[in-house]
């Protein structure tokens, strides 16, 4: 098993920045590729972005690309996203989610572990 928690959400206003943090705890945290997803009332939840074991490959939605920056310190069991130029179709609660595949999926159901998510809300 393997315990996923969430933090750094909270309310900006478009054009600002927050850094979200997952911890993880429970396995060998360099054995899973880690990823972000969000989820925005009324829809389904999306990828946002994923990074490799070791931390060289990375892969972003469109949507967040060249804003969104993931990114992990194996030390720490600690993988961060960093948001900037946020935008009010932003606001949703994130999640963390880990795998042990070796590639970077997209998709919900190939992940195996997720956190309780952090709100974003971001103000127009």
């Known amino acids: 098993q393997v315990q996923l928690a969430e933090s750094g959400g909270g309310l900006v206003q478009a054009g600002g920045s927050l850094r979200l943090s997952c911890a993880a705890s429970?396995?060998?945290?360099?054995?899973?590729?880690m990823a972000w997803f969000r989820q925005a009332p009324g829809n389904e939840r999306e990828f946002v972005a994923a990074?490799?074991?070791?931390?060289?490959?990375?892969r972003y939605a469109d949507s967040v690309k060249g804003r969104f920056t993931i990114s992990r310190d194996n030390a720490k069991n600690t993988v961060y996203l960093e948001m900037n130029s946020l935008k009010p179709e932003d606001t949703a609660d994130y999640y963390c989610?880990?795998?042990?595949?070796?590639?970077?999926?997209?998709?919900?159901?190939?992940?195996?572990?997720w956190g309780q998510g952090t709100q974003v809300t971001v103000s127009s």
């Open positions: 990074i490799s074991r070791g931390g060289s490959n990375t």
């Open positions: 429970g396995r060998t945290f360099t054995n899973y590729v």
């Open positions: 989610a880990a795998t042990n595949r070796i590639v970077l999926p997209t998709t919900t159901q190939q992940y195996d572990y």
